[in-house]
């Protein structure tokens, strides 16, 4: 079974920039697409983006296009997720997740496997 860590998360100012990673060990995640979601106490679990297997397809939530990318290294076996730009607004949990073979990318019930997260906190 494959476990997901995620890391890179801190304090940032308006405008300031983060490279958020995930890091897979027990199984390749070489075959699998990815997403990452973020939450906020109070609120649903939110969709980011998301990834193919290969890196060939990207998605983004309408709220970080444009500002965040989301890209992976399969020889490494790590997503990462490249956040410009940041907002107030932008401060959550960041979590990555397996996403299964089948569904949109924008559903969390679509993604079999997550992580724990890493708070990142956006001061204005």
């Known amino acids: 079974q494959v476990q997901l860590v995620e890391s890179g998360g801190g304090l940032v100012q308006t405008g300031g920039s983060l490279r958020l990673s995930c890091a897979a060990s027990g199984r390749t995640l070489t075959n699998y697409d990815m997403g990452w979601f973020r939450q906020t106490p109070g609120k649903e679990r939110e969709f980011v983006a998301g990834?193919?297997?290969?890196?060939?397809?990207?998605y983004y939530a309408d709220s970080v296009k444009g500002r965040f990318t989301i890209s992976r290294d399969n020889a490494k076996n790590t997503v990462y997720l490249q956040m410009n730009s940041l907002k107030p607004e932008d401060t959550a949990i960041y979590i990555c997740?397996?996403?299964?073979?089948?569904?949109?990318?924008?559903?969390?019930?679509?993604?079999?496997?997550w992580g724990r997260g890493t708070q990142v906190t956006v001061s204005s």
């Open positions: 990834i193919t297997w290969s890196g060939g397809s990207t």
């Open positions: 997740a397996v996403k299964s073979y089948a569904g949109t990318y924008f559903r969390g019930d679509n993604y079999v496997t």
